[in-house]
């Protein structure tokens, strides 16, 4: 489990992350403007005094924060009562393909599904990576369709039983 001590890396982290990612999926702008020392505030914020139902999980490879998964409950109204969420998943752009995140996936995964009961998530339109690693994990499009705050679209994906 992730602690407020981690939010430095995980704030640096996702920063990496996303400019990886999202690169050609949102905006240069908005890749841009994200701040390294900003996301370690909101982290350490969030952490400190994490919602009931949430988790947060890190994966450490060479004794570094490696990887970042954030679970909780869905508030999809369109969803039963119950529904679990993957908030987001994110590894260090080096990392990707090496194992770390489908260990870190399949981690976060059990742990929500020992709670909820579905278990979806949501990425970005066009985010064909994170597609083809959730297809793979057993989560297929359910018609979730809704718009990004960051000006674009994401697909919701529930995992099959």
């Known amino acids: 489990p992730a602690g407020p001590g981690d939010a430095a890396a995980i704030g640096a982290l996702a920063v990496r992350a996303w ?3 999202y690169a050609g999926v949102l905006a240069d702008e908005v890749l841009a403007a994200l ?3 900003e996301q370690a505030r909101d982290w350490r ?8 139902g949430d988790r947060v999980w890190v994966i450490e490879a060479d004794g570094r924060v490696a990887g970042f998964a954030r679970t909780g409950p869905c508030s999809d109204t369109d969803l039963p009562a119950g529904t679990g969420e993957v908030h987001g998943l994110y590894v260090e752009p080096a990392r990707v393909g090496t194992g770390l995140g489908r260990t870190l996936f399949a981690h976060a995964v059990a742990d929500l599904a020992g709670r909820h009961d579905p278990v ?3 990425h970005f339109v066009g985010n064909e990576r994170a597609a083809r690693f959730y297809d793979r994990a057993g989560f297929a499009l359910d018609g979730g369709r809704r718009p990004g705050d960051r000006g674009a679209d994401e697909l919701r994906r529930r995992r099959a039983r």
């Not at 914020?45 to 009931?52: R, T």
Request: glycine share 0%.
């Open 120 to 122: 979806v998530l949501w």
């Open 45 to 52: 914020d969030y952490l400190a005094d994490l919602p009931p």
């Open 19 to 21: 400019s990886a990612a």
């Open 35 to 37: 701040d390294p020392a």
